[in-house]
T-cell receptor, first 118, second 111 residues
Framework: GAGVSQSPSNKVTEKGKDVELRCDPI?????LYWYRQSLGQGLEFLIY????????KSGLPSDRFSAERTGGSVSTLTIQRTQQEDSAVYLC????????????????FGEGSRLTVL | GQNIDQPTEMTATEGAIVQINCTYQ??????LFWYQQHAGEAPTFLSY????GLEEKGRFSSFLSRSKGYSYLLLKELQMKDSASYLC????????????FGRGTSLIVHP
């Protein structure tokens, strides 16, 4: 697609339920990132994919959070047994491979999935 | 780890110039980004600095001093539509080159 697409755009769920958030990156982008943004806070890194593998998942806050990426494209972030503190906007970004010149490695973000846990 | 500081909020007048500062501490440096984020929207890329000096792009310029761990974003001829949050992000040279973001500076432009 032309840009990074995320779904759902809004999700309201009850505490204890599982949720899945989907990200469809820009075609050809091998790097994919998940961040979350709480009200008044900066972007908090969650997990990074290069292709289908996740060399850095250090930002996942607990074992209730997991993510996968298939076919080097679509990624799904799953939150099990949601808690109220999980409420945030979950942002996905993708970038082309390489971080050295001439690549800047800039991230292209989706509109995000706003999760509200009641 | 990384530590990135930027002011929480700034206000400026339409037509004026504003400078948003960002200081950082990182073990290894591999580039600094500025992003703009309007309320409820996705962050969008503004600029990238990896060498010392000024990068100019239209009304926006970004400066970097690696020795001082310092960058600024300069916005000229401010317009009302420039009211947004401006995010500074630093990429380290170790590990996976993942950008770490500051909390952002909320800029309010008034007539």
């Amino acid at each position: 697609g032309a840009g990074v697409s995320q779904s759902p755009s809004n999700k309201v769920t009850e505490k204890g339920k599982d949720v899945e958030l989907r990200c469809d990156p820009i075609s050809g982008h091998t790097a994919l990132y998940w961040y979350r943004q709480s009200l008044g806070q900066g972007l908090e890194f969650l997990i990074y994919f290069q292709g289908n593998s996740a060399p850095d998942k250090s930002g996942l806050p607990s074992d209730r959070f997991s993510a996968e990426r298939t076919g080097g494209s679509v990624s799904t972030l799953t939150i099990q047994r949601t808690q109220q503190e999980d409420s945030a906007v979950y942002l996905c970004a993708s970038s082309s491979a390489g971080t050295g010149p001439p690549n800047t490695g800039e991230l292209f973000f989706g509109e995000g999935s706003r999760l509200t846990v009641l | 780890g990384q530590n990135i500081d930027q002011p929480t909020e700034m206000t400026a007048t339409e037509g004026a110039i504003v400078q948003i500062n960002c200081t950082y501490q990182t073990s290894g440096f591999n580039g600094l980004f500025w992003y703009q984020q309007h309320a409820g929207e996705a962050p969008t890329f503004l600029s990238y600095n990896v060498l010392d000096g000024l990068e100019e792009k239209g009304r926006f310029s970004s400066f970097l001093s690696r020795s001082k761990g310092y960058s600024y974003l300069l916005l000229k001829e401010l317009q009302m539509k420039d009211s947004a949050s401006y995010l500074c992000a630093v990429r380290s040279s170790g590990g996976s080159y993942i950008p770490t973001f500051g909390r952002g500076t909320s800029l309010i432009v008034h007539p």
